[in-house]
Nanobody, 119 residues
Framework: QVQLVESGGGLVQPGGSLRLSCTAS????????MGWFRQVPGGERQFVAAITRDGGSTYYLGSLKGRSTISRDNAKNTVYLHMNNLQPEDTAVYYC????????????WGQGTQVTVSS
């Protein structure tokens, strides 16, 4: 089973930026599309962005669209999410996962990385 480790979160002021990383192990990373998701306390986990296996296409949904960039480095088994102009409503735990498709449910999630946007 693929194992996922997210990192790069932290406390940032409104208007600031962060780059999140997600490193995968236990599978062939380059054979998976990858996605980022986020979850606020008491809320459902929501899709944020996805990238195809070769990085050639990207997709975004929600309020981070236009303020974020998903990318990947298959040599490092890592997918990134660079977020700009962060706002307090972006505060959430951010997760990655493989082959995101609408309606898909997952049995496994990594530990996530906490992003807190506050002055």
């Amino acid at each position: 089973q693929v194992q996922l480790v997210e990192s790069g979160g932290g406390l940032v002021q409104p208007g600031g930026s962060l780059r999140l990383s997600c490193t995968a192990s236990g599978g062939t990373f380059s054979s998976y599309g990858m996605g980022w998701f986020r979850q606020v306390p008491g809320g459902e986990r929501q899709f944020v962005a996805a990238i195809t296996r070769d990085g050639g296409s990207t997709y975004y949904l929600g309020s981070l669209k236009g303020r974020s960039t998903i990318s990947r480095d298959n040599a490092k088994n890592t997918v990134y999410l660079h977020m700009n102009n962060l706002q307090p409503e972006d505060t959430a735990v951010y997760y990655c996962n493989i082959d995101p498709t609408p309606g898909k449910t997952y049995d496994y999630w990594g530990q996530g990385t906490q992003v807190t946007v506050s002055s």
